[in-house]
């Protein structure tokens, strides 16, 4: 349980380092709630399903990315900032690589429950199905998004930082997908060693 707990501390320890000082603490407020939601959720399945270390160092992974984004804003990212102006990119592209990486987590996620719940047969069909999973995650995000900020009557292209670009959700949901393609592609093999040595008999 000790590294369960230690996962838990580094979560909230980046939750709290994000919060001191912002940009905006309203932008602040609306980039971690998702993640504060996500936690809770985890941790009231948590004593029924425990996913793998894997599995969760990449959640975290994820969370300390939207931390960083709601800190700075996903447009300012000092990092990416830099990268921008070295190379000339016309946006700070750290809203990419963060939709990358949360293209990896629901393919994580989907795949370990259908694996060891063996709710489906046939690695082939468990990677086809978690991928339909990271397609259905990343565009119910940006409609949810969206929706929030058209009823809230603020201005969405502000808040979500798409730089002026008109096709930034759909190049955030292409950049999910690679995140997906990458996880099945280069990552499937690591999960599965990483299921077998915590649920012995459970892999494909």
């Given at each position: ?20 000082q ?16 996500g ?7 948590f ?11 990449a ?7 939207m ?14 900032e ?16 963060g939709?990358?990486?949360q ?32 397609m ?39 950049a ?11 990552l ?9 040595k915590?649920?012995?008999?459970s892999?494909?």
């Amino acid at each position: 349980m000790k590294k369960y707990w230690i996962l838990l501390v580094m979560f909230f320890a980046g939750l709290i380092l994000s919060a001191i000082q912002p940009r905006n603490y309203g932008h602040w407020i609306g980039e971690v709630l998702p993640v504060i939601i996500g936690l809770t959720i985890l941790y009231f399945t948590f004593p029924k399903f425990r996913f793998t270390m894997f599995t969760y160092s990449a959640i975290l992974l994820s969370c300390y990315l939207m931390f960083i984004g709601a800190h700075y804003t996903f447009s300012r990212v000092p990092v990416f900032e830099w990268i921008q102006n070295h190379y000339g990119h016309s946006r700070n592209n750290f809203d990419k690589f963060g939709h990358f990486i949360q293209g990896i987590v629901p393919a994580l996620i989907s795949r370990e429950i259908f694996i060891r719940r063996n709710y489906i047969s046939g690695s082939k069909l468990i990677n086809f199905i978690s991928f339909c999973i990271v397609m259905a995650t990343t565009s119910v995000y940006e409609l949810i998004e969206y929706i929030a900020f058209q009823i809230a009557g603020k201005d969405p292209s502000a808040f979500l930082g798409t730089q002026g670009d008109i096709w930034d959700s759909q190049t955030d949901m292409l950049a999910a997908a690679l995140g997906g393609l990458f996880m099945l592609a280069f990552l499937r093999k690591i999960h599965n060693y990483f299921i077998e040595k915590e649920f012995p008999g459970s892999t494909d």
